[in-house]
């Protein structure tokens, strides 16, 4: 049996905490199970909808009161909005409800195209 090395320790160890790491990563974003489904639900007096659209802004389509949520698809699968922009969740349906949130009632303006 080959003797352990403190170099073989310190690579398992940080195997190990690698792992312990991502396993939660990995199943929060595997909750949705794969492609998040369309929605179309009040939230807090909203109307909020999205759907897939297979195109830009990470193929989604989401709308407060029928006002366009300019949506990004981040690397890691989490979303951000133009709105909530620096409070990454795992769906385009969290992102609306994080927007609504963020607005506390006001009403969302078009986001200019580029």
Do not use: C, K
């Amino acid at each position: 049996m080959p003797e352990l090395t403190r170099r073989t320790a310190l690579t398992v160890t940080a195997a190990l905490a690698a792992a312990t790491v991502a396993a939660p990563r990995a199943s929060a974003e595997g909750h949705d199970h794969g492609s998040p489904e369309a929605f179309d639900e009040v939230y807090r007096g909203r109307r909020i909808r999205g759907r897939a659209t297979g195109g830009h802004h990470g193929g989604w389509l989401v709308t407060v009161d029928g006002v366009e949520l300019h949506l990004m698809q981040n690397a890691d699968g989490t979303w951000i909005s133009v709105v909530s922009h620096y409070d990454p969740v795992p769906t385009p349906r969290a992102a609306a409800r994080a927007a609504v949130d963020e607005l506390q009632g006001a009403r969302l303006l078009p986001f200019p195209a580029n």
